[in-house]
Nanobody, 126 residues
């Protein structure tokens, strides 16, 4: 079992930066693929970034590549999303997610993630 709590969202201006954190509880965190997803009003939830359980591999949506960085600290049971050069199109509720399968492969598919946080709002004004 993994429980996830996001923090770090807020209201910023275009060009600003934010760092989201996701604190996880549960002994399986270090063996779990972690991902960030987002959902904007009126849109479907979409993949933003993912990181493998062993920190070797990261993957990003094309829309955030070069601006966002996902990282994790397995000693602190925490995954981060550093967001730079934010744009109004980045406005959404951001969700942290965990793939509870043991040492699974990294995927963009939200249906492979079976643990979700409550979400944190990120609003970027122009």
């Amino acid at each position: 079992q993994v429980q996830l709590v996001e923090s770090g969202g807020g209201l910023v201006q275009a060009g600003d930066s934010l760092r989201l954190s996701c604190a996880a509880s549960g002994r399986t965190f270090s063996q779990s693929v972690m991902g960030w997803f987002r959902q904007a009003p009126g849109k479907e939830r979409e993949f933003v970034a993912g990181i493998s359980w062993n920190v070797i591999t990261t993957v990003y949506a094309d829309s955030v590549k070069g601006r966002f960085t996902i990282s994790r600290d397995n000693a602190k049971n925490t995954v981060y999303l550093q967001m730079n050069n934010l744009k109004p199109d980045d406005t959404a509720v951001y969700y942290c997610a965990a793939d509870g399968r043991f040492q699974s492969g990294l995927t963009r598919n939200q249906y492979n993630y079976n643990y979700w946080g409550q979400g944190t709002q990120v609003t970027v004004s122009s």
